[in-house]
């Protein structure tokens, strides 16, 4: 049974910075190493949107506001994709969801909080 399986996040103050991970547990490696894999966020209010990708190229796309902050990054071997996220702002507070293309998967979701 494929799952993605978040961990990092947390709260932070302004400035600081968070490590996201995302492992998709079980999934065959052929099939992950293809993927492209994306970290989603959803603030209360607003609707869940696209904060970076990462194709198998890798080619990676980000959201303009993050754009030299956050870095989104795979580890084939490890099934994992990450997001380093710098300099946050209070904005960047959301949860944060990662998802698989291939198996229109969602994780659990990590709550990140930024205080001022």
């Known amino acids: 049974q494929v799952q993605l399986v978040q961990s990092g996040g947390g709260l932070v103050q302004a400035g600081g910075s968070l490590r996201l991970a995302c492992k998709a547990s079980?999934?065959?490696?052929?099939?992950?190493?293809?993927?492209?894999m994306g970290w989603y966020r959803q603030a209360p209010g607003y609707e869940r949107e696209l904060v970076a990708s990462?194709?198998?190229?890798?080619?990676?796309n980000y959201q303009d506001s993050v754009k030299g902050r956050f870095t989104i990054s795979r580890d084939n071997t490890r099934r994992t994709v990450y997001l380093q996220m710098n300099d946050l702002t209070p904005e960047d507070t959301a949860i944060y969801y990662c998802?698989?293309?291939?198996?229109?998967?969602w994780g659990q979701g990590t709550q990140v909080t930024v205080s001022s």
């Open positions: 998802y698989s293309t291939a198996r229109r998967m």
């Open positions: 079980g999934m065959i490696l052929s099939v992950f190493t293809g993927d492209t």
């Open positions: 990462i194709s198998s190229g890798p080619v990676t």
